[in-house]
């Protein structure tokens, strides 16, 4: 049998990788030309492209106008919950960013500089992300669903010379200040932040720190457009932080040569988009669909990028995705599937979708958590469009797995994001670090090196880097995540080896939710696991065991576990359940249980294991969770 598109490009980009990315890099503009495609010269930190010289910003957007693009809808803002839809051609955009640039070089912002960017999803927040990206400063954005200590914590990693705020956010009909939270992490926060810049909006007013804070539009105001600068491709673009296996996050590097190829690469290859196409993440500027997919790969590519600042229902109805793909002329939209099983759960019958002409629409790219199969089906059904489930992680920026459209779709295996991406050697590994037959589970590695884009290291830790990715499998890097591959050389994502949970689609460390319940002072001990869950695929449950002699109100210090997780991580965690149990199950040696106690919540048949301590435990906690309406089905 002829061998498809895919297969031929793959076997390249494994055979050949250097060559094979440095056809992709002549897509590129350069300042200067690579020395060295691949450098191995200090393993384990290999580099793409060393030598070489570009600006990121100035691929996204000059190099478009300059070549007859200036015209076209480079970023198409769609806000239902402020009633604006704003548009901004190439021209129109490039100029915005020149000035955001030159406002951040007046307050002394230069190549190498951190800036923190914690805003809601306006323009501004885009703008400056390149703005950044134009003077080769390092941008992290916070998503805004997080709390102050959580951007404290960035900010003391980052370090960061500036930080660019909103005065608010708006969460469908409720106006949510950021300004406090950005008041507290920086009182929380052991580096001294002496600059940040206010986007203040209509809807809320922030009041402003003397000597320290500026309001946005005066801060622009008079400020000279700046000049991309030319940077080495191997320095960081950004950094962003993601949860790892404790309360501290990972500062993911990634940088400028290499992710400028690989993302300009998957816009075709994977998502099957052509210049001058509209392209809709409806994702957030805080998460790295974002990042790729709402910021740098349309605009690297040349196509229209929509910023939805709404909900995937409630803003106003299930139809708003319909309502924004017809108004815009979308070709291709990436969710996570929670927003499909929001939309479902309201329309399940896709009555909205028939208001409005979809005649445009191609594909619908799901990622970010598992996709089950009943969420396919439907969303297939009912579009009548290919449903490409794709797996990927911040790590690496773009799709490790994916069905690629640009190279001629293989057949649909639901359940399975289909087969590793070009550049991505995926491996299933036992713990003897051997590869498992197909369809025996094992924990999911990438041989190394991994492709351009991927991050080379965490930001001023290698050692991190080496210890949370490398040590594992000596000479591959560990995905964190367990699943198998069929005898098709299918890839199948089916649990977490770690404490990482997702819940709507956001990436969670449970074991920094546990770190906020075992600082209660009423608290023994606790374990928080991921619970199913119909909308969001998994809910954080908390079990906690109360101090000997404490007599309170057990109602009470669950509100007050459930207020501090909020306090301390943010809303985006969505901890709402916790509960007062005598007793967690363990193994002998004083391992808590919590792959068993998961599947009790489930509803899932389980064995207790061998080493359990005393298997009544099992029971307790059956009984506790049945009192709370568990397992739900
Ligand atoms: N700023 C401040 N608060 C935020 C926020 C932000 N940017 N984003 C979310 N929050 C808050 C929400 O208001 C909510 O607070 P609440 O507990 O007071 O209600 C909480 O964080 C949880 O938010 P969310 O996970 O969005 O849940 P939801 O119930 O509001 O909405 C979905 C559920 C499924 C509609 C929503 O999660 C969604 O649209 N998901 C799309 C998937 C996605 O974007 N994934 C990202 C990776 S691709
Ligand atoms: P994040 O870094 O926030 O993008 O989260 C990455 C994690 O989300 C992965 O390691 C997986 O656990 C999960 N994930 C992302 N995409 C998929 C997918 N298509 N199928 C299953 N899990 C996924």
């Known amino acids: 049998m002829a061998k498809s598109i895919y297969d031929q490009t793959y076997a390249r980009s494994m055979r050949d990788p250097q060559g094979f990315w440095a056809a992709a890099a002549e897509d590129i503009h350069w300042d200067r030309r690579w020395d060295r495609v691949f450098d191995d010269s200090r393993p384990p930190f290999y580099r793409w492209f060393t030598g070489g010289e570009l600006n990121t910003c100035y691929n996204a957007l000059d190099l478009h106008v300059d070549r007859g693009r200036g015209k076209q809808r480079a970023l198409v803002y769609d806000s239902p919950v402020t009633g604006t839809v704003r548009t901004y051609t190439y021209f129109e955009l490039r100029d915005a960013v020149a000035r955001c640039a030159g406002m951040l070089r007046r307050q002394g912002i230069e190549k190498g500089d951190r800036v923190i960017i914690y805003m809601p999803m306006v323009p501004e927040a885009v703008i400056a992300m390149l703005a950044c990206a134009r003077l080769g400063a390092i941008h992290s954005v916070v998503f805004g669903g997080f709390a102050s200590n959580e951007l404290a914590k960035r900010i003391d990693d980052a370090k960061p010379k500036l930080i660019l705020s909103a005065s608010c956010g708006i969460e469908v009909n409720r106006v949510i200040p950021y300004k406090p939270l950005l008041d507290g992490a920086i009182a929380l926060a052991q580096h001294t932040v002496n600059r940040c810049v206010i986007f203040q909006r209509p809807q809320e007013t922030a009041p402003m720190v003397r000597g320290r804070d500026i309001d946005w539009n005066e801060a622009l105001a008079g400020a000279a457009p700046a000049e991309c600068v030319p940077v080495p491709a191997t320095d960081p673009l950004y950094i962003l932080y993601t949860s790892g296996t404790t309360g501290v996050p990972k500062g993911v590097v990634h940088d400028n040569g290499g992710h400028a190829v690989a993302l300009k690469w998957s816009m075709n290859a994977v998502y099957g988009m052509g210049s001058g196409e509209t392209f809709w993440a409806a994702s957030d500027i805080g998460w790295v669909v974002g990042h790729s997919y709402i910021v740098y790969a349309p605009l690297l590519k040349g196509c229209t990028t929509i910023l939805y600042e709404g909900k995937p229902v409630g803003t106003p109805d299930p139809g708003a995705f319909w309502r924004v793909i017809a108004d815009h002329g979308v070709s291709a939209l990436f969710t996570a599937p929670t927003a499909f099983r929001a939309i479902k759960k309201e329309d399940p019958q896709g009555t909205y979708m028939a208001k ?168 023994a001990e606790c374990a928080v696991v991921g619970v199913a869950d119909e909308i969001k695929g998994e809910v954080p449950v908390g079990f906690v065991v109360t101090k000997a002699g404490v007599a309170r109100d057990e109602g009470e210090i669950v509100r007050e576990l459930v207020e501090k997780v909020r306090e301390r991580i943010g809303p985006v965690a969505a901890f709402k359940t916790a509960l007062v149990v005598k007793r967690l199950p363990k193994t002998r040696s004083g391992k808590i249980l919590r792959g068993t106690i998961k599947k009790i919540a489930d509803g899932q048949d389980y064995v207790a294991p061998a080493t359990i301590d005393d298997p009544v435990i099992l029971t307790e906690i059956t009984e506790a969770l049945g009192t709370r309406g568990y397992p739900k089905k």
């Not at 590994?429 to 197909?438: F, K, R």
Request: hydrophobic fraction near 35%; include cysteine.
């Open 356 to 523: 409005y002409d979809l005649s445009r629409f191609r594909t619908l790219f799901l990622a970010g958590e598992r996709c089950d199969p009943d969420t396919l089906h439907w969303a297939e059904e009912r579009l009548r469009v290919p449903v490409v489930d794709h797996w990927w992680q911040t790590e690496t920026a773009w799709p490790i797995a994916a069905n690629c459209v640009g190279l001629g779709m293989l057949p649909v295996k639901p359940g399975s994001p289909t087969k590793p991406v070009s550049g991505y050697d995926v491996r299933v590994l036992g713990e003897d670090n051997q590869e498992m037959d197909a369809g025996q589970i094992g924990s999911i590695a990438i041989r190394l090196p991994l492709p351009p884009g991927c991050l080379p290291t965490l930001w001023n830790n290698d050692t991190g880097y080496e210890k949370s990715y490398l040590t594992k499998h000596p000479g591959h890097y560990l995905t964190g995540d367990a699943g198998y591959k069929d005898a098709d050389g299918y890839v199948y994502i089916m649990s977490r080896v770690d404490d990482i949970i997702n819940v709507a689609g956001h990436r969670l460390s449970t074991g920094a939710m546990e770190e906020v319940l075992a600082a209660h002072p009423d608290i």
